[in-house]
């Protein structure tokens, strides 16, 4: 073998070379931003936090769960599992509806000293409802709130929760919240005396927002019915009114029928917004109750 093969040669293994070291470090340097992008995981109590929380940290790498993705209704009374607190184990953030609605906070704050936690209804604590997502002026608030609180738990990802922030909150803008707008100055301008019978206390947070007065608020799942003395009492109230509406799941519209027959009363069929599919889903749902709303004003 002459001079310029051997030459030749060298040059061709140390490029192998060049090219085997620069795909090791690759995999591994170019796993570790994978991993390290990833270790922040985010527990959610349930589902309209969750939602929330997918907006305000899209792309951002963190592993964002629903601890409660098999609850379709409201976190009142629910007890955590095994595989709750295995979740939480692993969590760096926890983030809460918060006033009240999830029992076993203290207890997790207990067992769970260096978790940080985010209480979404902080946004508006004088709010005695805990269901605060049920307005969108409240939710807007919230978005404001929860990023910034984000951002402090996570400086390297705060300029993406910033433009998150400020996405999700131009659609909620842009879409419900404007139309909320438009519903209030409607039955303002309508002059009807509308009174309104809540099946869920979460509708008695989106009334407030709108402008209706409410006569009477049941605390309601499909596990519950209102005791025969309270459909009594909303009955007696509700027939000294010039104009009822009952607002109620249509699955549960059932336990509406008495007062519908004695009174008269419209049912409007209100989604409370507690499961769903989609970070889009709150923008879809509380359009669609606005829309329910305005059908009845026609």
């Not at 040059?11 to 570790?32: C, Q, R, Y």
């Not at 049920?134 to 910033?162: G, H, N, W, Y």
């Not at 404007?178 to 509708?203: H, Y």
Request: proline letters at 3%.
């Amino acid at each position: 073998m002459d001079n310029n093969e051997k030459k030749n040669k060298i040059i061709a293994l140390t490029a192998a070379g060049a090219v085997i070291l620069l795909l090791l470090a690759f995999l591994i340097f170019g796993k570790g931003r994978q991993e390290k992008s990833n270790d922040v995981t985010v527990v959610c109590s349930f589902y309209p936090v969750y939602v929330l929380a997918q907006n305000l940290l899209d792309g951002t790498g963190c592993n964002v769960v629903n601890m409660t993705e098999n609850l379709t209704g409201c976190i009142h009374d629910y007890q955590m599992t095994t595989k709750d607190m295995k979740a939480l184990d692993g969590a760096s953030i926890l983030m809460v509806n918060g006033g009240g609605m999830e029992s076993f906070l203290d207890k997790v704050k207990q067992n769970y000293p260096k978790l940080h936690v985010i209480e979404v209804s902080a946004a508006h604590p004088e709010q005695e409802n805990p269901h605060i997502w049920m307005s969108t002026d409240f939710e807007m608030d919230c978005i404001d709130f929860v990023s910034t609180a984000l951002c402090d738990a996570l400086p390297d990802q705060k300029d993406k929760i910033r433009k998150n922030a400020e996405t999700y909150g131009n659609k909620i803008f842009e879409g419900p919240y404007k139309e909320r707008l438009d519903l209030s100055d409607k039955i303002e301008e309508s002059g009807r005396n509308i009174r309104v019978i809540c099946f869920n206390e979460a509708f008695e947070v989106f009334t407030d927002s709108i402008g209706l007065y409410n006569i009477a608020v049941f605390s309601l799942d499909e596990n519950e019915t209102p005791s025969a003395a309270d459909i009594a009492k909303a009955i007696e109230t509700a027939k000294r009114c010039d104009e009822v509406v009952i607002l109620i799941e249509e699955e549960l519209a059932i336990n509406a029928d008495k007062i519908v027959e004695e009174t008269g009363a419209k049912l409007i069929y209100i989604d409370p917004l507690t499961s769903g599919n989609g970070a889009d889903s709150y923008i879809k749902g509380m359009t669609k109750n606005l829309e329910a709303m305005e059908d009845y004003l026609k």
